[in-house]
């Protein structure tokens, strides 16, 4: 089919394959969103690779989280919740913080944000958020929340996520 035809499927629906091979050319940075779940204080978090800065007046933040994740309902039933910039040697995180249960900070090192959410060891920034508005988006919840504390963490490059793969940045120079 040449470029700039249509890929739908018989229903006039999109291919959900072709969807995520054209999306998949746009890298994104991953984060892990971390918090202490408020009915056990133990440490929980997910992963995402769909986060981005919204506003800067005031500071919000955004990132979108699957409406099947076991690990939201946790995290978002705490006051303060913190985002961790991950590093390109990170991808093991990543993977912990997206499986599906059992402990997800096995064998991770973390200290306290000021908002007392873990900040995973090596993580190149932190970002403590409150959350202040969820958005039904098909079948992701869009969450805004507002930045009330953030910094520098560790030093290197980000972990990205491109065509189905994670990878570093190659500095220019």
Same mark, same amino acid.
């Given at each position: 089919?040449?470029?700039?035809?249509?890929?739908?499927?018989?229903?006039?629906?999109?291919?959900?394959?072709?969807?995520?091979? %054209?999306?998949?050319?746009? !890298?994104?940075?991953?984060?892990?969103?971390? /918090?202490?779940?408020?009915?056990? &204080?133990? $440490?929980? =978090?997910?992963?995402?690779?769909?986060?981005?800065?919204?506003?800067?007046?005031?500071?919000?933040?955004?990132?979108?989280?699957?409406?099947?994740?076991?690990?939201?309902?946790?995290?978002?039933?705490?006051?303060?919740?913190?985002?961790?910039?991950?590093?390109?040697?990170?991808?093991? %995180?990543?993977?912990?913080? !997206?499986?599906?249960?059992?402990?997800?900070? /096995?064998?991770?090192?973390?200290? &306290?944000? $000021?908002? =007392?959410?873990?900040?995973?060891?090596?993580?190149?920034?932190?970002?403590?958020?409150?959350?202040?508005?969820?958005?039904?988006?098909?079948?992701?919840?869009?969450?805004?929340?507002?930045?009330?504390?953030?910094?520098?963490?560790?030093?290197?490059?980000?972990?990205?996520?491109?065509?189905?793969?994670?990878?570093?940045?190659?500095?220019?120079?």
């Amino acid at each position: 089919m040449p470029n700039g035809q249509s890929h739908e499927s018989g229903n006039g629906q999109l291919d959900s394959r072709r969807f995520r091979s %054209v999306l998949g050319r746009f !890298a994104t940075g991953v984060v892990a969103i971390t /918090a202490l779940d408020p009915t056990n &204080g133990e $440490p929980c =978090g997910l992963a995402a690779n769909s986060f981005t800065s919204v506003s800067l007046d005031p500071p919000l933040v955004a990132f979108c989280v699957a409406h099947t994740s076991t690990s939201w309902p946790k995290v978002r039933g705490a006051k303060v919740i913190t985002v961790n910039v991950l590093a390109e040697h990170q991808q093991h %995180v990543c993977a912990q913080l !997206a499986s599906r249960g059992g402990d997800k900070f /096995a064998g991770l090192r973390w200290t &306290g944000s $000021p908002g =007392g959410n873990p900040v995973i060891e090596g993580a190149l920034a932190w970002i403590d958020c409150a959350i202040e508005a969820e958005h039904m988006a098909g079948d992701h919840m869009i969450v805004v929340a507002r930045v009330l504390q953030l910094d520098t963490h560790a030093d290197g490059g980000p972990l990205l996520f491109f065509r189905g793969g994670y990878g570093g940045f190659v500095e220019p120079g």
